[in-house]
């Protein structure tokens, strides 16, 4: 096998378990959102998918989480099951990668080329999936916290919901399950059966003895 399509295969799993572990520190993370005011200048509110905070200046930390499912606003609702679904899709998607690795002794028999084929190609496509249902709810609550902070229509004295570090780790982590994926499927499609090349090179050499 080639030194090339073994690394790309290796890199994209490594790649995809390190955006899983992203994806899910972006979902209990709970600084989706901050805010704060210049009445209470030593707090700081965050707003997460599963609980609000307040921090203290001197560094106190109350979380409280939602009291009900049904009252929670859609942003939060849909923001919440995309990154369920991602984890998901991203959890699956590596475990099913790393069988197809060539360095991993699975599938064995005939059908061994095309199972570890099939397996990594899996596990690359949800890899794209899953990044891209990374990618929705982070950049949808980025969206709606930019249009909600330069409506006109709200008083400058009203304080304002900005970005918090959930939303770039999100957005890392959406960005890293695409190129696992890319690197996954690349591989996949580099990757060529090696009894077609054995049977090849058996018909040029009995293409060159018959010439002779």
Not at 70 to 80: E, S
Request: hydrophobic fraction near 50%.
């Amino acid at each position: 096998m080639d030194s090339s399509v073994c690394a790309l295969e290796l890199l994209g799993v490594f790649l995809s378990g390190v955006a899983w572990l992203a994806s899910l520190t972006t979902t209990l993370m709970s600084t989706w959102l901050t805010l704060s005011t210049e009445l209470l200048a030593t707090e700081t509110f965050q707003l997460g998918l599963w609980e609000t905070c307040v921090v203290q200046e001197l560094g106190g930390l109350e979380c409280r989480p939602y009291n009900s499912l049904l009252g929670l606003p859609q942003d939060v609702m849909l923001a919440r099951t995309l990154m369920c679904v991602a984890l998901a899709v991203g959890l699956l998607g590596f475990l099913l990668a790393i069988p197809g690795l060539h360095l991993v002794n699975s599938c064995r028999g005939q059908e061994d080329f095309r199972c570890k084929r099939g397996l990594k190609m899996s596990g690359g496509l949800l890899g794209l999936v899953a990044g891209i249902l990374v990618l929705v709810p982070v950049s949808y609550i980025a969206h709606l916290a930019v249009t909600r902070f330069f409506d006109e229509t709200v008083p400058e004295m009203i304080p304002r919901w900005e970005f918090g570090d959930a939303l770039f780790c999100g957005w890392t982590a959406g960005f890293v399950h695409l190129l696992a994926g890319t690197l996954l499927v690349v591989s996949c499609l580099c990757l060529q059966n090696p009894d077609f090349h054995i049977r090849q090179t058996c018909e040029h050499t009995c293409l060159r003895i018959k010439t002779r």
